[in-house]
């Protein structure tokens, strides 16, 4: 992760909500907890969180 990470979080967590995470998309995929940023983040590889994000959106999970 560098200086230039563009983090976004969900179109669903309202602009005043400070319990959800932050995404930063790239060949890996970085998730952190946007009231502890500087406990660090997880990384996913891409495609794994492209699978994981599907399964939701499909109910499959």
């Given at each position: ?47 794994e ?13």
């Amino acid at each position: 992760m560098n200086s230039k990470t563009k983090w976004h979080k969900s179109s669903h967590s309202g602009a005043k909500d400070a319990d959800c995470v932050e995404v930063a998309e790239g060949a890996r995929t970085l998730v952190r907890d946007t009231r502890h940023r500087d406990l660090g983040h997880l990384a996913f590889p891409a495609d794994e969180w492209r699978a994981f994000v599907t399964a939701l959106r499909t109910g499959d999970l």
